[in-house]
């Protein structure tokens, strides 16, 4: 009746914005991501036949922002019928500011839910599952450099090279630790109603997605970064151009990502992605992981940097 999971966030290459079925939360593309090794969510979840509702904490603090959300997540897993739920969550890194807190949060939500409700689901179930709360949360449970493909059925995810294979290291940036101002689920809708650019955007992301995964395959760090930082200024492009704009980025962004370009001018193996969020996260190779991490905190308006390897998907921790 009680079980603990724990995953880490992901960051995506070839980015998901936009959705094709909202009320199944399909994405309209397909992604690419690196699923992280240091920043973890843990979740527990009990389930209680005399517990009238549900509850969840957050690093021990009662949290009600996330827990409609959750709630339904766990409808889905277990069905509607079960028991309330009490949730525990711990998180190691800022949650709801661009560092992708709610897949770590929905992937290890799912996990855990699973194993308490005694439910055998296979692992591309529990990526359906995860996905249908959150569509980044399907990554996280997959370790490494994982492909997340849109299907007539729905979404199938799958790991094209695990963490150990290519061990790059990303830092992040961070430009603001408050939330952001509208999260992901209603931008995306925002900017695929109103963004002239939202159907190229679409268009366009199966050759991205080719290119990413044949860098991949060959372990092609500049293939990957020109494909990679191509494909999140088009997504930011997108936001920009939606009514009202979307536009996350500060000044701080700004400066690092130039600190990144003057970076890899000077030869460093590193290029950025950023999400909905002001958050920048710069990719690297491992002997660069060092000076990636000086020159950004160095960078004006830096509040913090934060480093990762690449890890695991989503695992079960314990159970009773
Ligand atoms: C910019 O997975 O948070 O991080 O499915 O509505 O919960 P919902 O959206 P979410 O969106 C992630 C958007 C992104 C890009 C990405 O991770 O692919």
Not at 24 to 34: D, F, K, Q, T
Not at 242 to 247: A, D, G
Request: aromatic share 6%; proline share 4%; glycine share 6%.
């Amino acid at each position: 009746m009680r079980a603990t999971a724990v995953a880490q966030p992901n960051i995506a290459l070839i980015k998901y914005w936009g959705k094709r079925d909202v009320a199944r939360n399909l994405p309209a593309v397909g992604s690419l991501s690196i699923t992280l090794r240091d920043l973890t969510t843990s979740m527990q979840v009990e389930l209680d036949r005399d517990a009238t509702c549900d509850g969840l904490t957050v690093n021990g603090v009662e949290d009600s922002a996330m827990l409609p959300r959750l709630s339904q997540c766990l409808d889905r897993v277990i069905g509607p019928e079960r028991a309330h739920a009490r949730i525990e969550s711990q998180c190691n890194f800022p949650v709801a500011a661009g560092l992708a807190s709610s897949a770590s949060a929905f992937a290890a939500a799912t996990v855990a839910a699973a194993a308490a409700a005694g439910k055998e689901y296979d692992q591309s179930m529990l990526a359906s599952l995860a996905g249908h709360a959150s569509g980044s949360a399907a990554r996280s449970l997959y370790g490494g450099f994982v492909e997340l493909a849109n299907t007539d059925a729905g979404i199938e995810v799958r790991t094209l090279r695990p963490a150990a294979d290519w061990p790059l290291v990303v830092v992040i940036a961070i430009t603001e630790t408050g939330p952001k101002a509208v999260g992901s689920t209603e931008a995306m809708e925002i900017s695929r109603k109103t963004s002239p650019f939202y159907s190229s955007w679409v268009a366009q992301q199966d050759a991205d997605l080719d290119i990413a995964r044949a860098a991949v395959e060959l372990r092609d760090f500049d293939k990957l970064a020109d494909v990679a930082e191509h494909n999140c200024l088009k997504m930011h492009s997108i936001m920009w151009a939606s009514r009202p704009p979307l536009v996350y980025w500060n000044a701080a962004t700004m400066r690092c990502m130039e600190t990144v370009r003057e970076l890899r001018h000077a030869g460093c193996g590193v290029f950025f992605t950023i999400d909905a969020g002001p958050q920048v996260k710069a990719v690297c190779q491992p002997e660069d992981a060092a000076r990636v991490e000086a020159a950004l905190t160095a960078t004006t308006g830096v509040k913090d940097v934060m480093t990762s390897g690449l890890g695991d998907g989503a695992r079960l921790v314990a159970e009773r």
